[in-house]
């Protein structure tokens, strides 16, 4: 079974950074998985802001975030980060980490109903 726990969430002003953590335990190593962080803001649908395949390292980011947020894993801490730069008062939300078992590549960003696993969120609030 995996178990997901996000970290890192806070209070930022608009143009501020922020580093989310996604500590994994539980997985199959010699599998590999799609990690994704999705957000939700409230009165809003859950959406993808970046995906990492295990396999290879692919990564996949949404326009809105694509060029302020980097997705990257730490192997040996078993970790998955989400740098998040450049901070904008839209960028608010509950962000989630997610992980599925997939081949090659990743599930698309609009599809929270592939994944298997989900963490328990970390809120992120930026102010203007």
């Known amino acids: 079974q995996v178990r997901l726990a996000e970290s890192g969430g806070g209070s930022v002003q608009a143009g501020g950074s922020l580093r989310l953590s996604c500590a994994a335990s539980?997985?199959?190593?010699?599998?590999?998985?799609?990690m994704t962080w999705f957000r939700q803001a409230p009165e809003k649908k859950r959406e993808g802001v970046a995906s990492?395949?295990?396999?290879?390292?692919?990564?996949y980011y949404d326009d809105s975030v694509r060029g302020r947020f980097t997705i990257s894993r730490d192997n040996a801490e078993n970790t998955v980060y989400l740098q998040m730069n450049s901070l904008k008062p839209e960028d608010t939300a509950m962000y989630y980490c997610?992980?599925?078992?997939?081949?090659?590549?990743?599930?698309?960003?609009?599809?929270?109903?592939?994944?298997?696993?989900w963490g328990q969120g970390t809120q992120v609030t930026v102010s203007s």
């Open positions: 539980g997985y199959d190593q010699e599998r590999t998985y799609c």
């Open positions: 997610a992980a599925v078992e997939y081949g090659a590549g990743c599930p698309g960003l609009e599809m929270p109903y592939a994944y298997a696993y």
């Open positions: 990492l395949w295990t396999g290879g390292g692919t990564q």
